[in-house]
């Protein structure tokens, strides 16, 4: 099968236009002209996943964060960039990533954080004119205190830790969320009026957050791994008859806590 059916596949659901001018989504080593029989998926596009896909017989790998984001001036094992270059080549696999473009659709990285944590009414948060953006925003089923909502965010999420701003003295029902790195989106959760925002890599100075708003940091890798699944399962969809599995091995958080 052509590389390109599987891309097709991925991007019937989220297409490459969406994704940020930043981004590099799409093929990162190979082409959709590469006969492929096989793909793994993971987060990061690292040595361990390309070493995964040898061992267990796959010639493409698609991860949500690309391998190459800027200019390489050299490829050698010095960096993990350039160590995975290699190894990638050498066994002659196709990369392929679905970045910032599952980000912006509605059953993307945000929509499903908002299904596990049993938002309802969703809509996206920083939305375009056909309704794809970044962020999500729903109603619980029921309002209920802050520190319990947090801490069910953090049993549902499968969390070690979370970071948050200073409990909110009302209840939360209106919950605002986007994975990965969303401090951008602050400010648009509290004018949509959410009562906690939800999201990643929040600095220190945002945990002053706007009044009336809470703000919880889940982590960027908590917040966006799920993808994973869902990437799988629209390939299996798309294509029943080819091989498509998630990485078990090679699939980690590089933030570790003590």
Not at 23 to 42: L, Y
Not at 97 to 125: E, F, W, Y
Not at 142 to 147: F, L, V
């Amino acid at each position: 099968m052509k590389a390109s059916a599987v891309a097709a596949a991925i991007e019937e659901m989220a297409p490459l236009s969406l994704q940020e001018s930043w981004d590099n989504s799409g093929f990162c080593i190979g082409d959709g002209t590469c006969e492929v029989h096989k793909a793994i998926v993971g987060f990061d596009c690292t040595p361990e996943l390309i070493q995964e896909a040898v061992e267990e017989g796959a010639d493409m790998v698609i991860t949500h964060h690309p391998l190459i984001f800027g200019g390489i001036k050299k490829i050698s094992g010095a960096t993990m960039t350039g160590r995975t270059v290699m190894a990638a080549i050498r066994h002659g696999i196709t990369v392929y990533a679905c970045h910032t473009n599952m980000d912006k659709v509605p059953g993307g990285v945000s929509g499903t954080t908002a299904a596990r944590i049993g938002l309802q009414n969703v809509r996206v948060l920083d939305s375009d004119v056909d309704g794809n953006g970044l962020g999500i925003i729903g109603e619980l089923p029921e309002a209920m205190p802050a520190e319990a909502f947090l801490l069910q965010m953090k049993e549902r999420m499968g969390l070690k830790a979370l970071r948050h701003s200073a409990l909110s003295q009302k209840p939360v029902r209106t919950v605002a969320l986007c994975g990965g790195s969303g401090r951008s989106l602050i400010l648009k959760a509290a004018a949509a009026g959410a009562d906690v925002y939800v999201s990643g890599d929040i600095s220190y100075h945002d945990f002053y957050a706007p009044d009336g708003m809470m703000i919880a940091d889940i982590g960027h890798f908590e917040s966006e791994a799920e993808i994973i699944g869902v990437i799988c399962d629209t390939v299996r969809e798309k294509i029943p008859n080819f091989a498509v599995q998630s990485a078990r091995r090679s699939t980690v958080n590089p933030v570790y806590y003590l």
